[in-house]
């Protein structure tokens, strides 16, 4: 999940994202430069953070706000996927 690219495209500031999702401002940060592997978090935090991010999206219009569902479904699908 692009997390920074999708925060921006709504116009989103992090501290919004983090005062939204719950999360702490620090750990959005070390997320969206990499410092956090997005495979790694737990399943709590990752729906918290799409929590914060849906929050957020309702400024944006109908069709943006699917498309963002149908990003973050289709990432948290890849998360679940087994390693071969």
Do not use: H
């Amino acid at each position: 999940m692009q997390v920074k690219e999708l925060r921006q495209e709504i116009g989103v500031t992090q501290k919004r994202l983090a005062e939204t999702s719950g999360l702490d401002l620090r750990w959005i940060q070390k997320v969206e430069s990499g410092e956090i592997n997005m495979e790694n978090i737990t399943v709590k935090r990752f729906f918290s953070l799409l929590r914060g991010i849906s929050q957020c999206a309702d400024d944006c219009d109908e069709n943006r706000q699917i498309q963002i569902i149908r990003e973050a479904y289709s990432n948290f699908e890849q998360l679940l996927k087994k390693p071969e």
